[in-house]
């Protein structure tokens, strides 16, 4: 018997191509692995290109959060240095004042309590005189550097 050929052909611009039918069913064979493997490949390829994205979204997370941390630690930070200078200030303010008030009462104090002035209002308001040399009495010590008086002097 004789074998019977099945030609098929394709179409396009080129010179048609006859092929048998198991040539042509081991061509289709051979373009169904070829597209299976590009789209293994393909897979993979966007496999790979997802995980590098996904590794790339948490790096970029990861770095907008230690910069924020960052932010916010400096914004602490600042916050504090501006408080202390405030409590500075105003130490160095009250720190002024008081010697400001200090000075004043020093100089109050010595224009107020001048001897000449202490004399001058002992006698006049006070009525007060200079001691007579009766009212003087001169004692003698002996070697000890202090004297220690137990009863009154008048007597």
Do not use: C, W
């Not at 169904?32 to 979204?57: F, G, I, P, T, V």
């Not at 010595?110 to 002035?117: C, E, I, M, R, S």
């Amino acid at each position: 018997m004789r074998e019977i050929q099945n030609y098929y052909y394709e179409s396009g611009a080129e010179a048609h191509q006859f092929e048998t039918m198991p040539a042509h069913e081991e061509r289709l064979r051979r373009e169904k692995e070829r597209r299976d493997r590009e789209r293994r490949m393909r897979a993979r390829a966007n496999a790979r290109m997802l995980r590098s994205k996904k590794m790339s979204m948490i790096s970029l997370m990861l770095s907008v959060l230690l910069l924020g941390g960052f932010f916010t630690g400096y914004v602490y930070l600042q916050n504090g240095i501006t408080s202390s200078m405030k409590n500075i200030s105003q130490t160095q303010k009250q720190i002024s004042d008081l010697k400001a008030e200090n000075s004043a009462i020093e100089s109050r104090i010595a224009t107020t309590a001048g001897l000449d002035q202490v004399r001058k209002k002992a006698m006049k308001k006070l009525g007060m005189k200079y001691a007579t040399s009766k009212q003087v009495r001169y004692y003698t010590m002996k070697d000890e550097d202090y004297m220690s008086q137990y009863t009154d002097s008048d007597k």
